[in-house]
């Protein structure tokens, strides 16, 4: 019964680069989230989505950030022409699509952009 | 804009005794409302959790208050362990009816040290 899953744990970009995490939701689960805890702060909200659904993307940036939940294989967070602010800990949620309100959380990818 | 906010960034407290970590929420749309405990180089795990509709909450050790008059909640660990140890963080979300709506809001964390 393995909990929510992320790879890499560890990802080192130059600037400019693309990064891609990946995110395995919990069986059974169909919603995902993705979250950035930057430094020193809280976990913010980027996107929620559903199997080939963007539900909510009211977090994301505006450039550079997309993300997927295909039909098939894992929820993706892509970041183009990273910067170094984009350097944080990018955590993944899943939850059931019916059921309590809790979000279980993976472990996180830690992004680092040289 | 915090709507969800942890005012203190540390608590330190002898084992045995009471750990009471305090939250505020600014959002009257707000309906339900978690703790998450977090230990360096891991994601937060689910502590407990809490609907609107109740004030009180309680699993083993640990027990959250909700007043919503004063949108706050608060976090009881009686007795607290070392091993409890970690940065808990309280969120909020809007979605009743045993639905999972959408994103919570986080708190910016309490570092929680328990000494033997």
């Known amino acids: 019964n393995a909990g929510v899953m992320q790879n890499p744990r560890h990802l080192v970009r130059r600037r400019g680069q693309e990064a891609r995490l990946r995110c395995s939701p919990m069986?059974?689960?169909?919603?995902v989230y993705w979250y950035r805890q930057l430094p020193e702060e809280g976990l913010k909200f980027m996107v929620y989505?559903?199997?080939?659904?963007?539900?909510?993307e009211s977090g994301m940036p505006k450039e550079r950030f997309s993300a997927e939940f295909p039909k098939e294989g894992p929820s993706i967070l892509r970041i183009q022409q990273v910067v170094r602010g984009d350097s944080a800990a990018y955590f993944c949620?899943?939850?059931?699509?019916?059921?309590?309100?809790?979000?279980?959380f993976g472990p996180g990818t830690r992004l680092t952009v040289l | 804009d915090q709507q969800v906010k942890q005012n203190s960034p540390s608590l330190s407290v002898q084992e045995g005794r009471i750990s009471i970590l305090n939250c505020d929420y600014t959002?009257?749309?707000?309906?339900?409302f978690l703790w998450y405990k977090k230990y360096p180089a891991e994601g937060p795990t689910f502590l407990i959790s809490?609907?609107?509709?109740?004030d009180k909450n309680e699993d083993g050790r640990f027990t959250v208050f909700l007043n919503k008059s004063a949108k706050h909640l608060s976090l009881h660990i009686v007795p607290s362990q070392p091993g409890d140890s970690a940065v808990y963080f309280c969120?909020?979300?809007?979605?009743?009816?045993?639905?999972?709506?959408?994103?919570?809001?986080f708190g910016q964390g309490t570092i929680l040290t328990v000494h033997p």
């Open positions: 069986k059974g689960h169909s919603h």
């Open positions: 989505l559903q199997k080939e659904n963007i539900i909510d």
């Open positions: 969120a909020a979300g809007t979605g009743a009816g045993g639905t999972s709506y959408g994103k919570l809001t």
């Open positions: 809490i609907s609107s509709i109740k």
């Open positions: 959002n009257s749309m707000f309906d339900y």
């Open positions: 949620a899943s939850s059931p699509a019916i059921g309590n309100n809790e979000q279980f």
